[in-house]
């Protein structure tokens, strides 16, 4: 590790500091990527790395081909490299690096099967399916097989090699009030569901340019303040806030690689992006920082930071189950007309709601009259946007501002409402 080499030919404090070994942490994490990316784009598009069945224009011309994905292969490299530069390995950072190999090598698998069946497709060896506009991969339940089954793998391996219990935090109540326990069988059980979850509502979420990318971010961003204060002794026990192991802090240094990877991967996935994360990067780092909360004793504060995540994840699950219902209970022309969401995951159904068209609706959202009830209506003709593009820069933006929101209502409910 470069710090503790820095230390040993320079014995100042300063390199065994969590804030500059974090510092350079982020530093180093944005540069490599952002050095690194413009040249793998450019690659990437040449080498066809996309699930688009859109083929790409004359080379002297714009690039109009599909956008490349795998982009989070980038990220994993780099906050890789990072960490070995800047983190002290504990039992607790090695975790988390096997988990980020694991997952990662799981949404290679899924994005190479894409990028094969699109050249199939092309080649005219296999059909590609009238609704789908991008090359699908490995199927779902082979995918959350494989998960699954890395996810207990790795949790098995924390209870041997990691020290970590049951205790969880409920938001809103205070330590002293309850502070439950769950044995090992039933914690076991429930950090592969946090895992397993946490990777998948990123991967869902990544449907539009950058959307997935704040969400990381924040629940970052509240991960790093949780492990910088709830690993320091005297501003735990001030604040009233669980014991936490020394170790920990070191997540906290850790997590400004991924804090940092994010941003600077907003410099080539804001709206219109150049190149997505992939299945590599959504499940790598949703998987990764979901860990990150089960050792912070945070796991119940997940679904609050990560709002959005949650929102897009169950919308999609409403969506299938009010369709099954409904398709059963008055059948397909019923099914078909009435659907809780305009489409799904959600941020599909605000672009329906946001776009202009001149045809009228011939599908109905049960959403949307139940916010009419309440008060809420939909944007008026004049509001609507006409350019796909402002759609989901609107849509895009709208569900940001929804992550910032909530990443300082749960600052304020973690460390101050007790």
Known sequence: MLAELLYSFWPYQIFKSVFFRGGMTFLTTYWVIVLAMPPVI????????????????????????????????ILVLAILLSIFLWVQLNQ??????????FFAAIGAWDDVAKIRHRRR??????????YSDKAEGISGRMRLLAEIVVAAVVVGGLYLFVDI???????????????????????VTFMVLVIVAGANAVNITDGLDSLATVPIITCTLFIAAVAYVGADADLAQRLKLPPLSPDLKEIAVLSAAILSAGLAFLRFNA????????????????????????FMKVE???????????????STIVQRTFFKVMLAWRGRDMAEKW???????????????WSFSERSRNVQSVWVRMLEIIGIKPPDVEDQLSDPEAVNSRVVWRMHMISIWLLVVTMVVYFKVR
């Open 165 to 187: 219990d049951g205790h969880m935090v409920v938001p809103f109540i205070p330590l002293d009030w309850w502070y439950p326990y769950l044995p090992r069988h039933l914690f």
């Open 121 to 130: 497709v092309e080649r005219g060896e296999q059909t590609k399916a009238d």
């Open 42 to 73: 450019r690659l990437f598009r040449r080498k066809g790395l996309t699930a688009d069945f859109r083929p790409a224009g004359p080379a002297q011309k714009p690039y109009t081909g599909g956008k490349p994905i795998m982009g989070g292969g």
């Open 339 to 353: 659907r809780f969401f305009y489409r799904a995951p959600y941020h599909h159904h605000l672009q329906s709601v």
């Open 300 to 314: 119940l504060f997940l679904p609050l930071v990560g709002g959005a995540l949650v929102l897009t994840t169950l």
């Open 92 to 101: 607790f950072v090695v975790a988390l690096v096997v988990i980020l190999l």
């Open 271 to 294: 709206p219109p992006a150049t190149i997505i994360l992939g299945d590599l990067g959504a499940l790598a780092l949703g998987s990764t920082f979901s860990a990150m909360f089960i």
